[in-house]
């Protein structure tokens, strides 16, 4: 390994020598924050008149290329590629302000000495030879008609550098001397670390080592890097590059993209049962790649992964990709509305699996229809996403144990999502119905395609009007955060309150368009203002308020139930394992008692169910006198039978009381209804105190 301090134009001036990306870099990806920096630092150098300045830009490692037979030098670009590439971009916007200038020498010194190989052809004539999809649009800056309609990074870069060439407002210098500064005393002076591996060095471990050493590359392409090595033989890193890497460059190409890409990676890993860190990418993927047996069996990975690359960009963000159909894509775009990101790598298997088998598609369909459900429900009662990422992960593991022996996807989704207890539920209509009635929301400012709220009215109004055009309109509560006195005129006290505390619930909201709404900018001052305002618009939500002569608490109850009817069919509960009935089922599990029980139909009756498991001991204490007995009567009756230290229930028992069921189950005094939880893990006493009972 040699290393040398030198200027950046050195490796360049050199004659016949080409620098190579190898298949284990990505393809050019610098951004306009890069050509801003790069450009300063050249510009600062230029106006300074001291001989010995320089700048200091990193390095670039450098490796043979293995079997290079040919009359130029071949060097693999090892790491400092989009530096290198960018300083020349940088001096092809230079050569073409000289030319423009009719400085023909001077843009003849740049094309040949820093550009080209003046004497060769075809693609060694190029100094750096890019990755194949950058190539076209690097060989037409350089040699051909420069720009194409492609819109390339590339192309923006010379473009950006091009707009910064111009006479200095702040010097005398015209132009032409302006640039031959930039290029004499600015470009010429930046300065880079050379580091020259030798033919025994290991160019992949460089490349991965420099990572560890703080500088910045990102975690895919280490992966990148890796795949490479595993596979070796220089014909099988050209297969994995064409038909998986290339193609992801593709996708993956501005900044926003490559962190959608990391995190495709991460979730895909997710999907195989992997729990990893933002952190740790790399080291998760490296060992996934690591354990596949065969050389093909990665290629396949790699493929199957530049195939579903695109769904999840799709899901992550609005895009065009002609790839997706359009029934997913519309699903996607919804599910993206209410915002599921840990359920993407469930649906990363969903696709790969569509992908498989085609007809999968309305199946794929339905449980995206059903995550979409689970979300909404949870997101309207403000549960915390904290457990979901839990719970898809758990979801995952379950679809992989599968191996898709079950009836179909969405049957399975729907009974694992209904079976989840505790924080990561799917809130039941019960649940549903009190959010959707009661809890105030926060996002009503946002206009047309913003906010949850907005998204659930707008799907109400189309279930209702069959309408799908809501462009230009926003949500407005009816009954004012700060009614007028217009407004309350015959209100009682409490119920100004109560409409105040609903004011910002679905039952007092409704549309209107945004023409309507600015002109007055919501300061309606008595309820026939706004209706007046509402007769204006289209929208057959708000048919129901021009009927109504008063908006009063009533009024919003009303409107609210009304909505939270439609809302329940467009986001069901969908019970999956259990019945419309199980949801008032009620289980009391503690060390060696698992009962199940339920109100009786009339009275403060309980009853346990059949098979329920209790403790057979019970205390002595004379308080207890009755209970003992009680349970006396339901073994002589055969309701009940102990074996060992359990009390089993061999048929269904009516009890007086919860309490009376739990001293049973128990044989202890307690409190009964603290004991006995829904499947949402609340119990059968908070209900009651909530009034639901």
Partial sequence: MQVKDERILSGLEKGDLQFILPLFQRSYSWQKSNWETLYQDISELAENDENSATHFTGSIVTSPKPGNENHVQELLLVDGQQRLTTVSLFLVALRNKFRNL?????????????????YKKDNKKLKILPQKADLSTYINLLLGEGFSEQDHLMEKAVTFFASKLKQPAENDLSLEEWLNKIFEKGVQRLKVVWISLEKDDDAYGVFESLNGKGLPLNQTDLLRNHSMMLFGDVHLQEKNSAESWEKMDKLFQTEQDKKIEQEFFRRWMISHGSKITKKAIYEKGKKLFDELNRKEE???????LAKIAPY????????????????????????RHIGCASASSVILILIEEFLKEPELEEDVLASLKIMESYFLRRDVCCFTANAEDKVFSDLCIKLRETGRNFSNISTFITEFLSSISGSGRWPSDREFKRSFLDTPLTDLNKK??????????????????????????????????????????????????DCKEHALTFGNLALIREEDYLPRKGAFTYFDDLKRCLQKTPFKINSEILKTNQWNYTSIKERGIAFFNIAKKIW??????????DAEIFTCKAEGICAKGTP??????????AGSIGRSEMTQEDYFQKERSARSDLLHDNALKIEGNKLIFLRNVKFTSISAASKCLFGTSRQGPEDWLDRQGFSFGNRRREGEL
């Fill in 102 to 118: 009719g400085c023909k020498s001077r843009a003849e010194e740049i094309q040949n000495r820093y550009l080209i190989n003046q």
């Fill in 572 to 581: 069901p509960f969908y019970s999956g394992l259990y019945s419309e009935e």
């Fill in 448 to 497: 047309a395609g913003g906010g949850l709220s907005f998204f659930i009215l707008s799907e109400i109004e189309k279930e209702s009007s069959g309408k799908f055009s809501l462009k230009n309109s926003r949500l407005l509560p009816i009954f004012p955060e700060n009614p007028s006195e217009s407004w309350t005129r015959g209100f009682s006290s409490q119920e100004i309150n």
């Fill in 600 to 609: 009786a139909t009339q009275g403060n009756g309980w009853i346990v169910s």
């Fill in 298 to 304: 990665l290629l396949s990975t790699l493929r199957t």
């Fill in 312 to 335: 999840f960009k799709a899901f992550s963000q609005k895009t065009d990709e002609e790839i997706i159909p359009p029934k997913i894509q519309k699903s996607f775009d919804r599910l």
